[in-house]
């Protein structure tokens, strides 16, 4: 066999192979399937609305202010109750309240009572105060841990579109290449095996928009399931503009995170809640003195009026011994305010390295737009210097390839770089518990 035998031979195997496509359900799967579009404000909302924890946070701020109500009912007004008694006896006796023999006897009181002292009144309605606290807090960081889970949605959504468009941008310049080179080819100014190099380029990139696109996929499901809807989400475009610095320094950001972030006035709250539950627990040591009013009426018919009686008791009771009951209750409330401070304190001493993470990664990330960007416009000359070289036969097809795959890299690392930086800035207003840019559109409310 001849080298142009062998050469028709090679370039017929590459056409029948260059000819096979994917299926077209395959690349672009589900990506144009009409999903509601939502921007990242509208988003956080929805979020909040249906996230388990923001919900769990929120019942539980209810339940809270119904403790503290109660305590201050418990201190403010007394324990009411009222009843009334119908008994039939088989043979009558004597009804001391209609004075005769009946066999009904029936009876309607109304009993108030009211603790001085003890009970642990005064520590509930500390602890119920502390509840409170705790509540409130631990709802602004459960809510903006919902918001730092969905902006990572929103973003990865926007990022693996992007990637997706870098990818098939890459396959239609291996196509490209791969059309020219078998021009070549078969003029014989080039050998075939740079048909084969672009080939093999050309179905690396139809897998990388497969790989791209099953992301895209998974990550429109994952939106939509954190603003509530049982089928994906798609999000709708932001600028990319770089993020401005951030207006203040690491020492300000960890000070700040310090002094009042939801995680750690949560942790606080924990803390205070625990101290008052003990205390609480310990006022039961204290005698317990009580007032107890009664009226009642009593007959032989319904609705008595024959016989009416009042009464008034005051009562002390000094709690010696039960058991040991007491104290275990005290010594596990103690046990709990212990382990509520040491998570305090370690709640304080992390809040310094967490925000000194998500500060420095969004200082490199944004340093990375600025320098993806350079990269991206080199890349791009430097691909078109390499392709006007190999149309004139000055390059091979290797400094091409590199070139091309130079280009897409260099394209996926800004896009990396800019939902990075986005995504830094959403943790860092998490651990503050604040927006920064509040009227910036990189974080539109």
């Given at each position: 066999m001849n080298r142009n035998t062998a050469t028709a031979v090679v370039m017929a195997a590459v056409m029948r192979v260059g000819a096979v496509a994917l299926p077209v359900e395959a690349i672009g799967q589900g990506i144009s399937d009409g999903a509601p579009l939502v921007n990242l404000a509208e988003a956080r909302r929805r979020s909040a609305s249906v996230d388990p924890n923001a919900v769990a946070a929120r019942s539980l701020m209810e339940t809270a202010a119904w403790q503290r109500r109660a305590a201050l009912a418990d201190i403010l007004t007394p324990n009411l109750t009222a009843g009334l008694n119908y008994t039939h006896f088989s043979d009558p006796f004597f009804n001391f309240g209609t004075g005769a023999i009946s066999p009904n006897a029936t009876s309607a009181t109304v009993q108030a009572s009211y603790v001085l002292l003890g009970a642990g009144k005064f520590g509930a309605l500390k602890s119920s105060r502390a509840a409170v606290q705790s509540a409130d807090a631990n709802e602004t960081a459960v809510r903006f841990r919902a918001a730092l889970e969905t902006d990572a949605a929103y973003f990865a959504v926007?990022?693996?579109?992007?990637?997706?468009?870098?990818?098939?941008?890459?396959?239609?310049?291996?196509?490209?290449?791969?059309?020219?080179?078998?021009?070549?080819?078969?003029?014989?100014?080039?050998?075939?095996?740079?048909?084969l190099q672009l080939l093999l380029e050309v179905n690396r990139a139809r897998l990388?928009?497969?790989?791209?696109?099953?992301?895209?996929?998974?990550?429109?499901?994952?939106?939509?399931?954190?603003?509530?809807?049982?089928?994906?989400?798609?999000?709708?475009?932001?600028?990319?503009?770089?993020?401005?610095?951030?207006?203040?320094?690491?020492?300000?950001?960890?000070?700040?995170?310090?002094?009042?972030?939801?995680?750690?006035?949560?942790?606080?709250?924990?803390?205070?809640?625990?101290?008052?539950?003990?205390?609480?627990?310990?006022?039961?040591?204290?005698?317990?003195?009580?007032?107890?009013?009664?009226?009642?009426?009593?007959?032989?018919?319904?609705?008595?009026?024959?016989?009416?009686r009042s009464q008034i008791a005051v009562n002390v009771a000094l709690p010696i011994w039960n058991g040991g009951q007491r104290e275990l209750t005290v010594a596990r409330a103690?046990?709990?305010?212990?382990?509520?401070?040491?998570?305090?304190?370690?709640?304080?001493?992390?809040?310094?390295?967490?925000?000194?993470?998500?500060?420095?990664?969004?200082?490199?990330?944004?340093?990375?737009?600025?320098?993806?960007?350079?990269?991206?416009?080199?890349?791009?000359?430097?691909?078109?210097?390499?392709?006007?070289?190999?149309?004139?036969?000055?390059?091979?097809i290797l400094d091409l390839m590199e070139a091309q795959v130079a280009l897409s890299e260099s394209e996926a690392t800004l896009v990396q770089a800019r939902y990075s930086t986005r995504l830094a800035l959403a943790q860092i207003e998490a651990l503050l518990g604040r927006r920064i840019f509040a009227a910036s559109s990189t974080n539109p409310e």
């Open positions: 926007l990022a693996d579109r992007e990637l997706s468009r870098v990818a098939a941008d890459r396959r239609r310049r291996a196509e490209e290449q791969f059309g020219i080179a078998r021009v070549r080819v078969l003029a014989g100014e080039a050998i075939s095996s740079d048909s990388a928009i497969l790989s791209r696109d099953s992301a895209l996929v998974a990550s429109r499901l994952r939106l939509g399931r954190r603003i509530g809807l049982a089928g994906p989400a798609d999000a709708a475009p932001i600028d990319t503009v770089i993020p401005p610095p951030l207006p203040m320094s690491q020492e300000q950001a960890i000070a700040e995170v310090r002094a009042s972030g939801p995680d750690v006035e949560a942790a606080r709250a924990a803390e205070r809640g625990a101290s008052a539950v003990l205390g609480a627990e310990r006022e039961r040591y204290l005698p317990e003195i009580s007032v107890a009013a009664t009226t009642g009426a009593y007959d032989a018919e319904l609705f008595p009026s024959a016989l009416k103690r046990a709990d305010r212990s382990n509520a401070k040491a998570v305090r304190a370690d709640s304080e001493r992390a809040a310094g390295e967490l925000m000194a993470q998500a500060y420095h990664g969004y200082l490199t990330s944004r340093a990375g737009i600025e320098l993806a960007l350079v990269g991206v416009a080199v890349s791009t000359e430097n691909y078109r210097v390499q392709r006007a070289r190999y149309r004139e036969g000055a390059t091979t």
